[in-house]
């Protein structure tokens, strides 16, 4: 089983690698890096327990046109690198048929 510094790790680089990814200035990065710097172990493992079981807690960047705004290239490493798809097909079971829902055409850009 992993140790308490290992997750933390793990946390850290997925966080500051992705930000990193898409605001190339590192800003938003250097920001994060404070923050985790400012917690302890202890500190850190409840402020994570407690974000992740908060849906409305999000990992908030600031983004500035002309500044540090990603192009679509950014968005797409970023995806890439967390594994997460950009688009998928969509299902809509509202229509009631919940054994077989209608499908979207194409693929659509999800988020």
Request: with cysteine; charged share 35%; net charge neutral.
């Amino acid at each position: 089983m992993a140790s308490v510094k290992e997750k933390r790790k793990k946390i850290e680089e997925l966080v500051l690698n992705t930000m990193s990814l898409i605001d190339k200035t590192k800003s938003n990065t250097e920001k994060y890096e404070k923050f985790f710097k400012s917690m302890n172990d202890e500190q850190f493992s409840k402020w994570i327990n407690k974000f992740i079981k908060d849906p409305d807690e999000n990992f908030y960047m600031e983004l500035l046109p002309y500044k540090n705004e990603p192009v679509l290239q950014d968005l797409v490493n970023a995806g890439k690198y967390l594994n997460c798809p950009l688009d998928e097909y969509i299902y809509l079971r509202h229509d009631g048929n919940k054994d077989n829902p209608i499908r979207s055409a194409q693929k659509v850009p999800v988020g």
